[in-house]
């Protein structure tokens, strides 16, 4: 992926972030991006992933870059994992204090939402000719103005050029409005938003080159191998959902 790509992915979680910043950390030795025969730099998820944890140590534990620089050379020798104190310092800040309580000591249970086991690449084909006005999207989600102000400055809803929505955004919103029954408001499901950011970067790695080969169905070829690929890419983050929240529960 490009350096604007990986300025996308980290932005959400470090503002501040430059090219000029990147280029520093890699002049540092502290990332070194793959290059192009022609000089350009391609980045993989791996790059994201440490410049993410070189960033977090600087922010949260006020680290200087030698000792970072350190840190990583114990991963690289196989000594430390990267990504732990990463995790744990998002663990703590992404913590969020639910009331699961009810009036007179009287438990609550709430209806579980199904997720089926697999999900089938048609189910990702995308529906361009679908316009929402935006008045059509609060009635349909069930939320008002304001929730959906904050869902769009979350940067999880995307409204089009004209000002329409899909009818992803609906599910979105309608899923977000039962997520916030829970204490979830639209600034904790950036973590949701990150994780798919850095699954669909993953995808569209493998299907570029197929993108821009020059069969005359190169594009439709790409299409279907984002769809197969998004759908796989889901069944397995369901499942892996499931197995931590089996373990969390002692199950």
Known sequence: ???GSVLDLLRPDFPDITISKIRFLESEGLISPE?????YRRFHISDVERLRFVLTAQRDQYL???VI???LEAIDSGAATLGVRER????RAAAVPIDTGAPNGVSRFRRLGVVPGEVSPEELRFDHEIRIPRAD???QAGIDEKFLTELIRANLITPGAAGYFDADAVTLAR???ALSEFGLEARHLRAFKLAADREAAMVAQIAAPIAKSRDADARARAEETVRELAALSLTLHTCL???SVRASLGG
């Not at 290059?35 to 000089?39: H, N």
């Not at 744990?88 to 663990?91: T, Y």
């Open 1 to 3: 992926m490009s350096i």
């Open 35 to 39: 290059r192009t025969p022609s000089g």
């Open 64 to 66: 200087p870059l030698k």
């Open 69 to 71: 620089k350190e840190q």
């Open 88 to 91: 744990e310092a998002r663990a």
């Open 137 to 139: 999207l609060l009635s």
């Open 175 to 177: 899923t977000a409005k």
């Open 241 to 243: 959902v499931k197995t």
